[in-house]
């Protein structure tokens, strides 16, 4: 298994554009999640999802959108980049039910907005 | 959710075992500790979690006080490699749709020496 990949690694944006942060998970997990962590923060939720179809804010929404259109994939839209949301990008997964306490992270994404 | 309180950061020789402290004085019966690490620049990982017994599994132990308000997590014989930030996460455990988040502060910096 690949566990949660995440794609792009790196990415500078501009003010005002838009782009969408990929995550995907090949352990079929139910439950996805996205956190931005700031530089000496712990880490924020941004969004979560338990399931396809199922998605619910964190404590950090605004600025971002997401869908679960498979259960594979949580993809991440920032709509109108602004400096403040430069930050590092996690995904995390897990599975549902009783063993779901634990969260799989993938690599991060390391994102710049000027 | 119950808060936590972790020190900043703290020291421990490599061999040595590390104990984290965590308070968390306002926990509920139904909520969980759980402990993830994140090694610099990665995704948080993983550690141990328990609700009431002390619970050991091949990476820590977790020592939880019988009024449930404070935990410790052991690393028996630290290594370099250990160095990472700690966190201790409360967080109730249900079927429902908020299991997938996790509420991450700002954890306790590890760090071993040689």
């Known amino acids: 298994n690949a566990g949660v990949t995440q794609t792009p690694k790196f990415q500078v944006l501009k003010t005002g554009q838009s782009m969408t942060l990929q995550c995907a998970q090949d352990?079929?997990?139910?439950?996805m999640s996205w956190y931005r962590q700031d530089p000496g923060m712990g880490l924020r939720l941004i969004h979560y999802s338990v399931g396809a179809g199922i998605t619910d804010q964190g404590e950090v929404p605004n600025g971002y959108n997401v869908s679960r259109s498979t259960t594979e994939d949580f993809p991440l839209r920032l709509l109108s980049a602004a400096p403040s949301q430069t930050s590092v990008y996690f995904c995390?997964?897990?599975?549902?039910?009783?063993?779901?306490?634990?969260?799989?992270f993938g690599p991060g994404t390391r994102l710049t907005v000027t | 959710d119950a808060k936590t309180t972790q020190p900043t950061s703290m020291d421990c020789a490599e061999g040595r075992a590390a104990n984290l402290p965590c308070n968390h004085s306002t926990i509920s019966g139904n909520e969980y500790v759980y402990w993830y690490r994140q090694i610099h620049s990665q995704g948080p990982q993983y550690i141990i979690h328990g609700l009431k017994n002390n619970e050991t599994n091949e990476m820590a132990s977790l020592i939880i006080t019988e009024d449930r308000k404070s935990s410790t997590l052991i690393l028996p014989h630290a290594t370099l490699r250990d160095t990472a930030v700690y966190y201790c996460i409360v967080r109730a455990y249900d079927r429902g749709s908020t299991l997938g988040r996790l509420y991450f502060g700002r954890g306790t910096q590890l760090t071993v020496w040689p």
């Open positions: 995390a997964s897990s599975i549902g039910g009783a063993s779901s306490y634990e969260q799989y």
């Open positions: 352990m079929n997990h139910e439950y």
